[in-house]
């Protein structure tokens, strides 16, 4: 299986601050690298898929890097509504895997 | 607009099998290349992906579960099972089903349901 390392776990900022979420393979998943917030009680959203590309939707302000083995999230200017946990996933072979979250919080 | 909704029996009981169902609507299962998925999430921890069924019935599982698991198409084809044979409590989790593309992501998630193993 290909593990998937997020770092930092768990993230303190303020509304208006950029974050940048980091994600690591344990070997290379070329950009096949998806994005996933996940509010308490709910399903996760995705955020970005193909390592850089946006849903429809989702706000501008997400921002997605990387291939091979290492990939960012980017969040430009925090909004209330983006306090979740984030979560990678690596969608090149099975079984897909998941990073352990990063708590983000004020 | 695909929605996704998961159902099924809450409790379980230890070495039972655990069976639920994904009701699709705004959409078919039969139609399009999308993969069905079942996902898990232990309360705290992050998620495990159990195992996929593709349009035409092809299926795929994480080795870790696959002697225990099998995920179908009902004959309504807007309906996908699955069933976890000899649960413990290892197996109490949210459950969630999505819909996925070729590409791999998942756009379209059920709001999970949770199931505990207890007797």
């Known amino acids: 299986d290909i593990q998937m390392t997020q770092s930092p776990s768990s993230l303190s900022a303020s509304v208006g601050d950029r974050v940048t979420i980091t994600c690591r393979a344990s070997?290379?998943?070329?950009?096949?690298l998806n994005w996933y917030q996940q509010r308490p009680g709910r399903a996760p959203k995705l955020l970005i898929y193909?390592?850089?590309t946006l849903p429809s939707g989702v706000p501008a302000r997400f921002s997605g890097s990387g291939s091979g083995t290492d990939f960012t999230l980017t969040i430009a200017s925090l909004q209330p509504e983006d306090f979740a946990t984030y979560y990678c996933?690596?969608?090149?072979?099975?079984?897909?895997?998941f990073g352990q979250g990063t708590n983000l919080d004020i | 607009q695909v929605q996704l909704q998961e159902s099924g029996p809450g409790l379980v009981k230890p070495s039972q099998t655990l069976s639920l169902t994904c009701t699709v609507s705004?959409?078919?299962?039969?139609?399009?290349?999308?993969?069905w998925h079942w996902i898990r999430q232990p309360a705290g921890k992050t998620l495990e992906w159990i195992g996929r069924?593709?349009?035409?019935?092809?299926?795929s599982y994480n080795p870790s579960l696959r002697s225990r698991v099998t995920i179908s198409v009902g004959a309504s084809n807007n309906q996908f099972s699955l069933n976890l044979d000899s649960v413990t409590a290892a197996d109490t989790a949210v459950y969630f089903c999505?819909?996925?593309?070729?590409?791999?992501?998942?756009?379209?998630w059920g709001q999970g349901i949770l199931v505990t193993v207890s007797s």
């Open positions: 070997q290379g998943v070329s950009r096949s």
């Open positions: 193909g390592a850089s």
């Open positions: 069924i593709y349009t035409t019935g092809g299926t």
């Open positions: 996933q690596q969608s090149y072979s099975t079984p897909f895997t």
């Open positions: 999505s819909r996925g593309t070729t590409v791999g992501e998942s756009a379209y």
């Open positions: 705004g959409g078919s299962i039969g139609s399009g290349n999308y993969f």
